[in-house]
């Protein structure tokens, strides 16, 4: 990443901070955000089994996205900085491997 122009690695951490943000709202979206109670603002644990359909359905697509958010930042982080780490260290170890 030190070698890629500015625009790039700006580039880069902005997704990597979209990424969290997506992760952070899921997660509170589906622990604290959808309560019945405005003012009560703890975890829902035995409460849940009190909702409506769709309220749970709710929860259910937050919660979806947030694993969507945590694949996806896995891969990207993957692909861009563990993949590249890898490879410049272990380039001859890898090369035997698949050869």
């Not at 589906?30 to 309560?35: E, H, K, M, R, Y």
């Not at 009190?50 to 982080?77: N, V």
Request: proline share 3%.
């Amino acid at each position: 990443m030190k070698n890629l122009p500015v625009g790039f690695r700006i580039l880069h951490w902005v997704i990597i901070v979209n990424f969290l943000m997506q992760i952070g709202y899921g997660g509170y979206m589906v622990f604290f955000g959808l309560s019945d109670d405005d003012e009560d603002k703890k975890p829902l644990f035995g409460r849940a089994n009190e909702f409506d359909f769709e309220t749970m359905m709710t929860r259910r697509m937050y919660a979806s996205e947030t694993w969507i958010a945590i694949s996806g930042l896995s891969c990207y982080l993957g692909a861009t900085e563990i993949l590249p780490r890898l490879l410049k260290s272990n380039t001859r170890g890898i090369l035997r491997m698949l050869f």
